[in-house]
């Protein structure tokens, strides 16, 4: 039994090692203390590799790492990550990024709690120099305050509860919900930003890209109330740090409780300097129930994609197959079998690919176009093309994407089109689901048809003359080819015959067609 190479380049909890360890199909590698530059060596078999914050996934890396199918990063944040360049490879990257949810939430509210009691430093003034002096430690309750979340997501939203329960006025921003995700709630929802400038506490869950970083300024902080409080256990940068250290040393920020940093370890920070921060070295994550449940689901998430199953919670694919309605994954597999379809019809040198739709799946444009682009491509470029890079290859090949949306109604509910214009010429292709699974062409360059894209078909254009159906039947006949159906539809310019077959059709009798005085066209194609 041939094994699943899978390199553990990072420290997880030992649950997640003793799958690894356990599993028969997989060769477990623990590479957690191995040096970083010959840990580029141990990687060059690893066909999955598991890493944490501690291993840049960056050129050098995939360079080395040959034979890669999948990253797992363990954990929430990938920043470490270059996802461009897994995406070029073909490498598919995922992250853990539910496993640590309660974990950054409590963390969150400790937090909020250290900055608006003092907590941390009324400790230190009695353990560390025994001073008894309540008088200096009088804080500030949460009941009552107006607290600001930015970003609704896992974490946000189970902070917001928690807020609510502390029986304080909690408000949220986050473009990319629908308002009511808040509000049904009790939350309430707002779409400008400066609502959230006006709360009493404000505290970030965020990724960190390039709408999010620096979101936090010396502009925005300025609109604040004086006294406010901020809170990031999500990713350092999302409030400008220079800006930060400048309001907290001057007092517009009363305090702020900081977990993350740009650079980590951050030992030498000027935030440390200051009277009035509290500070975790990033231990969002830093429980020991998170830390089992980040390294399981990590280990589980490696063999499943080790065995090519399943690739959860994949960061560059182009469509997240659990979060579709199920009436949309029947039209990407059609789309996609439609556009390999075509590039069998006309082998010739791809030079643009359009997909069309009607109907409700034209939402999904963007995913049906990578999918008629795997389609298209796969004739040529085999195994070297997947979900991942196959805009990255079209583009290296100079072939033009584009997906655009019916502008008239053919009548169906929903209609896919995939058409590619070749240095040969144009071929278009159009399909439809009936009763929610049953996949159907019925459009072949403008000759109306009914054909499952499945199995041998030899696809023929010809003269509509008398006999060709004879003479077609005869050729195979000879050649020992069964015909399983034979679908036929007539236009203007001639007529089109789908001709399915139990045997494979070899180009003897491929040549044999094309000699007949009525053929215009003959090609062979397997789905």
């Not at 430093?121 to 309540?134: C, F, M, S, T, V």
């Not at 403008?446 to 010809?462: H, T, V, Y």
Request: charged residues 25%.
């Amino acid at each position: 039994m041939s094994k699943h190479t899978i390199v553990v380049c990072d420290h997880i909890h030992e649950d997640g090692l003793n799958i690894l360890q356990n599993t028969e199909d997989v060769n477990y590698v623990y590479a957690a203390d191995v040096d970083k530059t010959e840990l580029l060596n141990v990687i060059k078999d690893a066909e999955v590799v598991i890493t944490r914050s501690s291993t840049d996934v960056d050129e050098k890396f995939l360079d080395a790492a040959q034979n890669l199918k999948a990253i797992i990063r363990a954990g929430v944040g990938y920043d470490n990550v270059d996802i461009e360049g897994c995406s070029k490879r073909g490498i598919i990257a995922m992250n853990v990024p539910t496993a640590n949810t309660i974990a950054a939430v409590e963390l969150t509210m400790a937090h909020m709690l250290s900055c608006m009691r003092k907590f941390p430093y009324a400790h230190n003034q009695l353990k560390q120099d025994r001073i008894w002096k309540r008088e200096d430690w009088y804080g500030n309750e949460l009941y009552g305050k107006k607290l600001g979340v930015i970003g609704f997501g896992n974490i946000g939203h189970r902070v917001a509860l928690r807020a609510k329960s502390f029986e304080m006025d909690v408000v949220t921003y986050d473009p990319y919900i629908p308002s009511t995700k808040a509000t049904d709630l009790g939350i309430s929802y707002t779409t400008n930003f400066d609502d959230i400038l006006d709360c009493d506490i404000i505290t970030i869950h965020t990724p960190k890209n390039q709408e999010t970083l620096d979101m936090i300024g010396e502009e925005q902080i300025a609109k604040m109330k004086d006294g406010v409080i901020l809170i990031n256990c999500a990713r350092g940068g999302l409030y400008n740090e220079e800006a930060l250290y400048n309001n907290l040393k001057s007092g517009k920020i009363a305090m702020a409780g900081i977990d993350v940093f740009i650079k980590e370890p951050a030992t030498d920070h000027p935030l440390l300097d200051l009277p009035n921060v509290t500070v975790t070295a990033h231990l969002g994550a830093n429980t020991k129930e998170s830390q089992k449940k980040i390294a399981t689901q990590a280990a589980e998430n490696a063999i499943e994609s080790a065995r090519g199953i399943a690739y959860p919670n994949a960061l560059n694919l182009p469509i997240d197959e659990s979060k579709i309605p199920t009436f949309v994954k029947p039209y990407i597999e059609l789309t996609q079998k439609m556009a390999f379809l075509i590039a069998q019809n006309d082998k010739s040198e791809i030079r643009s690919i359009n997909v069309s739709a009607e109907g409700q799946i034209s939402e999904y444009l963007d995913s049906l176009q990578t999918f008629a682009t795997v389609g298209a491509l796969s004739v040529s470029s085999g195994d070297e093309i997947n979900y991942v890079n196959a805009n990255f290859i079209a583009e290296e090949k100079g072939i033009e994407l584009t997906a655009s949306e019916f502008s008239a109604h053919s009548g169906y509910q929903n209609k896919v089109s995939v058409k590619i214009t070749t240095s040969n010429g144009v071929q278009t292709i159009c399909g439809t689901v009936f009763n929610e699974d049953v996949q159907r062409i019925i459009d072949i360059n403008n000759f109306s048809l009914d054909i499952e894209p499945k199995g041998k078909m030899i696809i023929m254009r010809n003269n509509d003359v008398p006999g060709v159906i004879g003479q077609v039947g005869s050729i195979l006949a000879q050649n020992n080819i069964n015909i399983a159906d034979f679908r036929l539809s007539r236009g203007k310019d001639g007529a089109l015959a789908v001709i399915l077959v139990d045997e494979k059709v070899c180009s003897n009798t491929i040549s044999k067609l094309e000699e007949l005085e009525a053929a215009i066209s003959v090609s062979y194609a397997e789905i």
